[in-house]
């Protein structure tokens, strides 16, 4: 006896078959229906030789044949195919048996199942099912007769799979089921954000960081849209190796970094993370232009610290950086003020930075496929919207101030070089004189006419200088978009040729080139540092260049020592690079 229960335990079937009812009990579509109070739907393996797969009562009692062996994926195909029958509210239709009403009945749950992808079909059935509508179906089945390949398309098989009961049906089982489906969306929710691992699993105990992120999405629109973009990624091993003590940010890769060992209540934890959107929203890290980096971090912390505990939003942790007497002053206000506190610049001098450029070397795709700066700008805007429209408190008025410029986003670099070309580099206008008549109108030929001329002093006018790294840690991509911004716009502007001198280690003297030209005769040569002082010394020293000619100058900014340039110049360099000195003329960062 005892050798007869061991291998009915043993039988993998058996095993299977409860592993199937188990997992579809745990389900939240179907936990309705098998434990939501009496009657429960439950499910036996027999021996029945009428059976081929399995059968259904009005009572919810499911009927499976022992004789079919299935793993666990088809058992669960099986075993669900029944409970949707149920949930359905087929059985309440059944009272006698109509083939047409049976196999319209099983078609539409196949239909369903493939839909929502619930275990793995154990017979063979056609791949494409008819997706008209059932009671059509049923009418011309009815009056046709069933196709031939969609009959036995249930776990009936060639037999029915409903089994009618000359008793009374439990109305609520359609009911309970739609319960089952609203409970299994918000399952499926809970999954994509990340609330659960699973639908069946319970949902994980939820930590601090999780769930301040999760208050903004849900209860504060300001920061609701940037919230509802970030990953926090929490790692005491990465934390450590980047000297992360609380949080820091990678606005490229959508990633808030924080270190798990801080002992942070939740409501400092929606402190930090409100900080860390905010860096990233207002793009600090690229603001940062000839600053100081870290002292750009330290202005910035100060300000949106002080924004934060004016709003009220979470908790100042200790440590951070706040100072009530910089209430109402910018980031650059707060820089300046640091710069020359000689005693603050010593305190802060083991200050490390929260803003990163790039993302930490974490396994996880990086965002793409959207301008961050848009994203970004969009995202708070919106929040902005919100919180004014639900009257959700006051703001200070520095921030107001941010996001109000952010509706209006400075101009891209090539329109801001346009505007450059018109104010330094005038056009050659032409005039009408009599001193070079024009008879070109065969009906007067007699009547002299004032033709078209350049005056001279105007053409040596129109024209500029262009000092152009040339070394090999130039990016060839940046440079064309540089030298072809330059062509076009020169030739906007009526500017025959350009002076042109090529920088590296040594500076080439290229002399004028029609502006069309100019990109074809750069060449990289790379011979190490770039040192574009002789270049410059070169056109400003240049008898035929001329006093006023303004100039450019396109580098990667990997350049050696300062540049002294005494007339008016401009600068073209990549946008995730400094020039090594303080600059005189405005910058063009390139993207």
């Known amino acids: 006896m005892a050798d007869k229960k061991k291998a ?25 229906l098998t434990g939501g109070g009496p009657p429960n739907a439950h499910a036996e393996l027999v021996r029945n030789g009428t059976l081929d797969y399995a059968r259904i009562d009005a009572r919810g009692r499911i009927l499976a044949n022992h004789g079919r062996r299935l793993d666990q994926a088809e058992w669960t195909w099986v075993l ?24 319209v009945a099983c078609l539409a749950v196949t239909r369903f199942q493939r839909a929502v992808k619930l275990g793995r079909e154990p017979m063979l059935l056609p791949l494409a099912l008819p997706n008209a509508d059932e009671a059509a179906l049923l009418r011309r089945w009815r009056l046709d007769g069933v196709p031939a390949e969609l009959a036995g398309c249930g776990a009936g098989g060639t037999h029915s799979d409903l089994e009618p009961l000359d008793l009374p049906k439990d109305p609520r089982w359609p009911e309970r089921f739609a319960y089952g489906l609203a409970a299994a969306a918000t399952a499926a929710v809970d ?85 860390e959107m905010l860096h990233a929203a207002l793009r600090h890290a690229d603001r940062v232009g000839p600053r100081d980096p870290r002292l750009w971090n330290v202005a910035c912390d100060y300000v949106i610290n002080g924004w934060l505990v004016e709003m009220g939003v979470g908790e100042l942790p200790d440590g951070l950086l706040h100072d009530p007497e910089l209430a109402g002053t910018s980031a650059e ?61 006051l703001l200070p008025s520095g921030l107001i101030a941010e996001i109000r410029v952010l509706e209006h986003p400075p101009p891209p670099w090539d329109v ?8 330094h580099v005038p056009a050659s206008e032409r005039h009408r004189s009599y001193a070079r008549p024009s008879r070109r109108q065969a009906s007067t030929p007699s009547i002299p006419r004032p033709g078209w001329y350049t005056p001279e002093e105007i ?17 060839h991509e ?6 072809g911004a330059i062509a076009s716009y020169a030739t906007a502007r009526g500017v025959p040729a350009a002076r042109v ?11 004028y080139l029609p502006v069309d030209d100019i990109a074809g005769r750069v060449r990289v040569r790379g011979r190490g540092g770039t040192v574009l002082q002789p270049g410059v010394d070169l056109l400003e020293r240049s008898a035929d260049f001329p006093k006023a000619g303004p100039i450019l100058v396109i580098t990667d900014a990997y350049c050696e020592g300062s540049l002294r340039i005494r007339r008016t110049h401009a600068f073209l360099v990549p946008r995730d690079r400094r020039l090594p000195f303080p600059p005189r003329g405005p910058v063009f960062y390139l993207r």
């Not at 849900?218 to 005491?236: E, I, K, M, Q």
């Not at 801001?416 to 104010?423: G, I, N, P, T, V």
Request: hydrophobic share 45%; with cysteine.
């Open 333 to 393: 206000e707060v820089y300046d003020r640091i710069a020359k506190d000689l005693r603050l610049l010593r305190r802060l001098a083991k200050f490390r930075g929260d803003m990163l450029g790039e993302p930490l070397p974490w396994a996880r795709a990086k965002a793409g496929g959207v301008d961050l700066d848009e994203y970004y700008r969009r995202a708070l805007l919106t929040g902005f919207e919100y919180h004014n429209r639900d009257a959700r408190g």
């Open 191 to 275: 999954v994509a954000g990340g609330a659960r691992t699973s639908l069946t699993g319970e949902q994980p105990v939820r930590r601090p960081w999780d769930r301040a992120l999760s208050w903004f999405v849900g209860s504060y629109p300001l920061l609701g849209a940037l919230a509802a973009r970030f990953t926090v990624v929490a790692s005491a091993e990465l934390a450590t190796s980047w000297h992360i003590s609380i949080a820091a940010v990678s606005a490229e890769a959508g990633e808030i970094y924080v270190n798990p060992l801080a002992r942070l209540s939740d409501l400092q934890w929606r402190f930090v993370l409100a900080h």
């Open 80 to 103: 669900a195919h029944c409970l949707l029958h149920l949930g359905f509210g087929h059985l309440a239709a059944v009272e006698r048996r109509d083939a047409a009403y049976e196999n």
């Open 8 to 32: 009915a335990q043993d039988d993998p079937n058996l095993l299977a078959f409860t592993a199937a009812w188990r997992g579809l009990s745990a389900h939240p579509m179907f936990r309705p």
């Open 416 to 423: 801001q070089l346009a505007r450059w070309f018109d104010e």
């Open 501 to 511: 001198v090529f920088c590296d280690a040594a500076a080439y003297d290229a002399g």
């Open 459 to 475: 053409e040596r006018r129109s024209t500029f200088g262009v000092v152009v790294d040339t070394s090999g840690s130039m990016n």
């Open 478 to 483: 940046l440079l064309g978009k540089a030298l």
